[in-house]
């Protein structure tokens, strides 16, 4: 598996359910990050957690993190149709090249009204 | 205050040209990134600059490709002489410091290569 590997690769509820996806990951980090993508659209920074943090919210966001597992976990909770969209998570490593962002291959997030 | 902004949004190119790709970063960056995201994929790190310098390019392809980001202007990514395998998507991405931590990213160019 690579960096920063999400799954489900696709997940399909109904709106006002909640909504989970996973990210696993190899190396040490400095940081991980959630983005959302539309369809054919830019990347929507979502929310960051840093190593020593181990959950933080935003919103209807929760992310998590267990650095000893490696892998985070990003639920949103009462989805709505205007939730649909690819979501990646972005790890930072730790050391001298903690500004390059590898990204999973994402979770296909689909909310049916 | 604008956000990255990147030009041309959608490119065609044919086989053999030449593509142009144009970012220029969030008033008061002076850190930009490329990734390029092909089909079904996640984003990849192709290079980091900072004005006037080239801090890693690491994920460019060896040949053909090419970064700058003069000390005035957009930086520019530049492909030379395409193949199909260059269809993708482009983000640029800039910051205040070169952390990922204030990485803000552009709308992309979505480059088509027939």
């Known amino acids: 598996s690579q960096q920063g590997e999400e799954d489900p690769q696709a997940l399909s509820i109904q709106e006002g359910e909640n909504a989970t996806m996973n990210c696993s990951y190899k190396?040490?980090?400095?940081?991980l990050q959630w983005y959302r993508q539309n369809s054919g659209r830019g990347l929507v920074h979502l929310i960051l957690?840093?190593?020593?943090?181990r959950e933080k919210h935003s919103g209807r966001l929760r992310v998590t993190l267990d650095t000893s597992k490696k892998s985070s976990s990003l639920l949103i909770t009462a989805s709505r149709a205007a939730d649909t969209a690819s979501y990646f998570c972005?790890?930072?490593?730790?050391?001298?090249?903690?500004?390059?962002?590898?990204f999973g291959k994402g979770t296909l997030l689909t909310v049916n009204p | 205050n604008a956000g990255v902004m990147q030009n041309p949004r959608h490119l065609v190119r044919r086989r053999g040209q030449e593509a142009r790709l144009r970012c220029s970063p969030m008033?008061?960056?002076?850190?930009v990134y490329w990734y390029r995201q092909l089909p079904e994929e996640g984003l990849k790190f192709m290079v980091y600059?900072?004005?006037?310098?080239?801090?890693?390019e690491s994920g460019m392809p060896k040949e053909r490709f090419s970064a700058e980001f003069p000390k005035e202007g957009p930086s520019i990514l530049r492909i030379q002489q395409v193949v199909r395998g260059d269809s993708a998507a482009y983000f640029c991405?800039?910051?205040?410091?070169?952390?990922?931590?204030?990485?803000?990213f552009g709308p992309g160019t979505r480059l088509t290569v027939l």
């Open positions: 957690i840093r190593s020593n943090e």
């Open positions: 190396t040490s980090i400095n940081n």
């Open positions: 972005a790890t930072a490593n730790s050391g001298g090249s903690n500004y390059k962002l590898t």
């Open positions: 600059l900072q004005k006037e310098n080239i801090i890693d």
């Open positions: 008033k008061g960056h002076s850190h």
């Open positions: 991405a800039s910051s205040s410091v070169g952390d990922s931590h204030e990485q803000f």
